[in-house]
């Protein structure tokens, strides 16, 4: 399989005439695609691209093939032919997507959704990627390659933003067809539909402010080392995904309806390692898939300041166990694990505190590996000022003066008192 690259930026300004344009000048012609100027110019109608009847005199396509022919990745009402008109059907190639960062896309409107493929959607044969780059056309790498879920968001102003100020789907396709990297995405009008689902996320950082009580600011995805959050007054979930790894998941601990819960798990064996899951006045992880062999693994995890830490789902019958390894799970309104009175629970080498009214562990079904067995996990009482680096500051990796430090709790740890900087993640 080969791989078609093009290159993106934002809509021009229009053309406009009486104006002096240089070589190098970009406008948007009246087909709302990009025309660069190669003849230096200054305009009248019959310049104008693609009216006017000298135009091709004085401008160039801007067909994505190049960097200096970067498309205009949104323009009008639709995202760019270069990508919509691609032959993922029956081509040879995937499509590789450079988009042009530290720039705003006002997209409005415009979602990225099955039917905006006129040729056909991608495949996993001929996947689509989305990846931002810098000014020069140099794809983005991690803008901190230590970063942890625990600690606060990374800095993303390389990043291209995509902003959606209505009630849209930003993109909805396939998480085996369709990845987006190092892509900033803003949403806040969302009252109907999820922001964004049914995509592979892997370095973006995805926030919704509109308010629902049933909305998710995602549906169903795949997302690696990115963070999702929601800041409106209501909503159903932070994100639907299903596999998640090294993702920070923050809710709006003051949003006063909805379900509220911080990763809404769908399928029968969801996998999390390494999420921080924090401000949810539901559950931080609650688990709604009705199968009785449901298997969720959670390990190496943070739920912090959740209505529960994790919720399992209540169903009879159950022939699979949920396991949760090496998690730490604090300050909880009601309980830290809820089995809701069907769930099997398996719970090792974790940190459970100041778990609300229920305690630690509550409604488990069967004889779970938990409170029973407090040799396994670690219950002492404590604080977050004495365990944690700084949660006012939104840093939850394990402080390396605390009596846990060096056990293997939560995402990851303070470098020791001897480091001579820098950070390291541990994984179980």
């Given at each position: 399989m080969a791989i078609t690259t093009r290159y993106f930026q934002p809509a021009a300004a229009t053309w406009v005439t009486g104006t002096a344009y240089v070589v190098g000048d970009y406008v948007l012609g009246t087909d709302n695609k990009n025309w660069r100027c190669i003849t230096g110019h200054t305009s009248a109608a019959a310049d104008r691209p693609i009216t006017g009847a000298n135009?091709?005199?004085?401008?160039?396509?801007?067909?994505?093939?190049?960097?200096?022919?970067?498309?205009?990745?949104?323009?009008?009402?639709?995202?760019?032919a270069v990508i919509t008109a691609f032959n993922f059907s029956t081509g040879s190639d995937s499509l590789y997507c450079l988009i042009e960062g530290n720039k705003t896309y006002n997209a409005?409107?415009?979602?990225?959704?099955?039917g905006s493929f006129s040729s056909g959607a991608p495949t996993v044969a001929r996947p689509l990627t989305l990846h931002g780059c810098d000014s020069s056309g140099v794809p983005l790498s991690d803008p901190d390659g230590n970063w942890t879920s625990d600690?606060?968001?990374f800095d993303t102003t390389t990043f291209p933003t995509l902003s959606y100020t209505s009630n849209t789907t930003a993109a909805d396709l396939n998480v085996a067809t369709t990845w987006l990297r190092f892509i900033k995405l803003t949403g806040t009008a969302n009252?109907?539909?999820?922001?964004?689902?049914?995509?592979?996320?892997?370095?973006?950082?995805?926030?919704?402010?509109?308010?629902?009580?049933?909305?998710?600011?995602?549906?169903?995805?795949?997302?690696?080392?990115?963070?999702?959050?929601?800041?409106?007054?209501?909503?159903?979930?932070?994100?639907?995904?299903?596999?998640?790894?090294?993702?920070?998941?923050?809710?709006?601990?003051?949003a006063s309806a909805g379900n509220r819960y911080g990763i809404q798990a769908v399928g029968a064996s969801p996998f999390y390692q390494r999420v921080t899951v924090i401000n949810n006045p539901g559950p931080g992880l609650i688990i709604t898939s009705s199968t009785t062999s449901s298997s969720a693994s959670v390990f190496n995890s943070m739920f912090h300041n959740n209505g529960y830490g994790i919720r399992f789902q209540s169903v009879g019958s159950q022939t699979g166990i949920q396991r949760v390894q090496n998690c730490y799970i604090a300050n909880s309104t009601t309980a830290g694990i809820d089995g809701q009175s069907q769930s099997y629970v398996f719970t090792l080498s974790s940190r459970l505190r100041d778990n609300g009214t229920s305690g630690n562990w509550t409604a488990l079904a069967g004889n779970s590996l938990t409170n029973e067995n407090?040799?396994?996990?670690?219950?002492?009482?404590?604080?977050?000022?004495?365990?944690?680096?700084?949660?006012?500051?939104?840093d939850y990796r394990i402080k390396n003066t605390a009596t846990i430090w060096g056990k293997g709790f939560g995402v990851s740890e303070e470098p020791a008192?001897?480091?001579?900087?820098?950070?390291?993640?541990?994984i179980g």
């Open positions: 135009y091709a005199t004085y401008w160039e396509e801007c067909d994505g093939t190049t960097w200096d022919k970067r498309a205009a990745l949104i323009a009008g009402s639709a995202w760019s409005g409107s415009v979602g990225l959704v099955t600690q606060p968001a009252t109907t539909v999820p922001f964004i689902r049914n995509v592979t996320l892997l370095n973006c950082f995805v926030t919704n402010s509109s308010s629902s009580t049933s909305l998710g600011v995602t549906g169903s995805l795949v997302a690696i080392n990115s963070v999702i959050e929601a800041t409106g007054s209501s909503y159903g979930n932070v994100t639907q995904g299903f596999f998640m790894v090294n993702c920070r998941i923050v809710g709006n601990s003051s407090d040799n396994i996990n670690y219950t002492t009482d404590s604080d977050d000022a004495s365990e944690l680096v700084d949660v006012a500051g939104g008192a001897s480091s001579a900087g820098g950070s390291f993640a541990f």
